[in-house]
Structures are given as C-alpha cells and as structure tokens.
C-alpha cells in the first residue's frame, strides 16, 4: 500500500488530473453491508482500481481548481503514524497533546500573539470561522449567552464582512444563531479589499438603528481573485469601535512565512482571532484547520463544561487540563497536529515560505503570458496566487462555463470558475507546491484549443 501511494505520487504527471467517473465504478459501491470478511489485498485492489483514479487530483501539478493543497508524502506518513497511534486528543494527560501545543506556540510565534493566547486544530477554517464567531458572542454577550440564548440579551448583534468573504462567514452568523441577516456584506473597491469608507458607514448606521455591532471578518486571501483587505486599517476601526477583530486567513494567514508576502497582512497581529488551514498553502494532507484566540480565557469559557465524566485530576490521566475539548465542540478528536508538526519540522518553516512565494511567482507568470494571448484577457488583478481570465467570446459566460469543464474533462488541467462583476471567469488558484510553469503552459495552451473549438461549433 505504501509503495502504491509512493508510486502514485511520484508518477502523478503521468495521470489525468481528474476523470469523469464512469457508472458502473460508482455502482460499485452500492453493495448491501457485507457481513463477510474480505482479504485485505482484495479490498486494497478494489480501491487501487475503483476509488484512486476518480479523485478530485489536488495532488496533480494541474489543479488549479478552488484553494485546495497539494498535500506530501512527509504528511502521508505523518498519517500513518496517527492512524496507528489511535490517539484521541479531546483530553488526558498524553504527549501527543503536547504536539498540538507546540503548533499553538509556533503559531503565537508566527502571528506575534501573547503565551495567553489559546488555538485548537479543527476541520478547516468554515468550522474556525464558526467558532471565532462564538466567542466573540462570549465577548459581547458574556458567558450567560451559553446558558440562555441570545434572544434572552434583547441585543441584536450585527457583524461586517466584504462582498469577497467566503459564506461560511453567514453560515457562522447562522449556526450561532445570530441569523445570516446580522451579517452585513460590506462591498469593496477595485482591489476587491473590504471598503472601510463604507464599513464605518454601516456600523453608524446600524448603533443608530438600535443594533448593537460586536463582529468584524476580514479575509487575507479571498476564494475569488486573492484579495487581502487592508487588515490595520480594519484593526483600527475595530479597536476605535470595539468590536471583535477576526481574519478569515484561511490560506492567505501562512503568507506570514514568506517573507515577500508578510508585509501585506501587516495588522493580522492585531486581530482577536484568526482562522486559518494547514491543509492549504501549508500544503499539510486534509484535513488541517486552525483557530487562534488572542484571549484564551474568553475562548476556554465559550466552550468548557463541567460534565462528570471528564472531571480533571492533578495526577493520572485526567491530569493537564485545561483539555482541547475546553476549547471547541468536539470531544472526541484525531491527531491532525502530528502530520502538521512532521511537515514544519522536515521541510522547515522557510522552505513553506518559498513554496507560497513561489506559487505566487508563478501567477505573475501566467499573468504575463495571458496578456501575451490575444484570445485571452484578465478578469481581475493578480496580487496573489490567483488568476481569473476568460476566453474571448460575444457569448463569453456560456463558453468560458464550458470551457472550464472541458478543460477538466480533458484531464489536461482543472481550474474552476467564478462571477466577477456579474462576468463568469476562469479562475486558477496556484496553491500545490508541485505545480510549475509546464503546468501553467498546459492549462493555457490547453484554453486556446478548447476554447477555439468551443466558438467554432455553436
Ligand atoms: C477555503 C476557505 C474557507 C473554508 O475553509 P475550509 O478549510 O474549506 O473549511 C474559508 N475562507 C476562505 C477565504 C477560504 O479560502
């Protein structure tokens, strides 16, 4: 199995990046529960021939599609060693508690946040995001939210987020139950940062009305072209206004390891909480995300709780509270710190850092030879990693909507699509560590002949 995925990964230019799936492959795995035991190598074949070849490839140097990373074998490994360890890391005395804590102080380090300041590894930054929103209802609210819902403050708590933020910034507002309507979606400039003009306009506008403000969300790295607001002038009106400053830093954040990149998030080391995944630009296998509290205290009393059966010791096993269960909703919790601590420690913090430089390199780079193409034009500016273009066309959303699947259906390259200013574009985000400028050729090349056969036959 190691050696298959060793191979897979070394050979990986040589495959697709994505395949259609064929029906009967997806039949397959419509079978009744199987009371019998199989021969593992029978199982083991069944996924080498069944699930490996229709995977979504991030791994391939040809995706481009979305904001996913490329993951590394040192991860892969990482993995297995998790996987055999079974470890359980909502609490106890253990050592690899001890890991995810020395991820919690790099990450202190990283973002010059005090030794008081708690983290917790999660899912991704949509469940990071949720639980920034939560204790920073906690700050605004007070710990008497938990026991008897918001509706019993007789506040109206409203939040501000940019037109660019992600939607698990509403889906947030949602699930703590503050509604997707207290969340005010400020828009931005031509930059496609958060316009703070407006910002301040709305926050007034919402104290008169009888709302009571309490939440900022800022992005470093918009989903869309990239974009990172300007997070000191946010953490300016923040402090002026008192409200929660958190950065939606979901791949941008570990910018803060290049350093050619790093100015631009001056004033993240301002921010309340930041959000942010290891499985992105820190190209650590999925799933790996992260939330950072500058308050710990605050972030510990949003989510302790006093059930019997989790009681701590001073001694023992229940001994080393305070638990990473005392910092978010799941108890039970796998060791994604250990494949995290395994990808800083073997390729080193500068060498992540070039990685992130380097892909955004490589979207100058593919910037350039766009505007070299007559057929082509840029959507967007490129500040980052990403790239969003279109072919020309008088019909350009229906044949750039279908050129993007072609060219995922060519197996060639993946980008994904997205609408700016009501115009559908191609997007590429560069985030894998393994793609280059043959990838970006590919894609590119790949666009002009799909694209010149997509306008010739209507
Ligand atoms: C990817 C992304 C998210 C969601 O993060 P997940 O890890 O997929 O949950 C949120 N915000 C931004 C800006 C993102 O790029």
Redesign the pocket.
Known sequence: MLDDMLDYLEHIRERPVWQPIPQPVRDLFHETLPAQPADLATVHAHFMHDVLPYAVGNAHPGFMGW?HGGGTPVGMLAEMLAAGLNANLGGRDQMPIEVERQILQWMRELFGFPESASGLFV?????A?LIGVLVARTAALGTEVRQSGVAASGKRLTAYTSAGA?G?IAQAMDLAGLGMDALRIIPVNDQYQIDSAALERAIAADRSAGFTPFFIAA?A???DVGAIDDLAVLADIAQREALWFHV?G??GALAMLAPDIAPRLRGIERADSIAF?FH?WGQVPYDA?FILVRDGTLHYDTFASPAAYLRREACGMAGGSPWPCDFGPDLSRGFRALKTWFTIKVYGAEQIGQVISGTCALAQYMKQRIEAMPMLELMAPVGLNIVCFRYRSDHADTVNTRLAAALQESGIAAPSTTTLNGHVAIRAAIVNHRTDTRAIDALLQATLVLGKELTQTP
Do not use: E
């Open positions: 904001v899912t991704g930054t949509s469940m995001n992600h698990c992005t790295g918009t989903v939606d979901a791949y995944d992105k995300g």
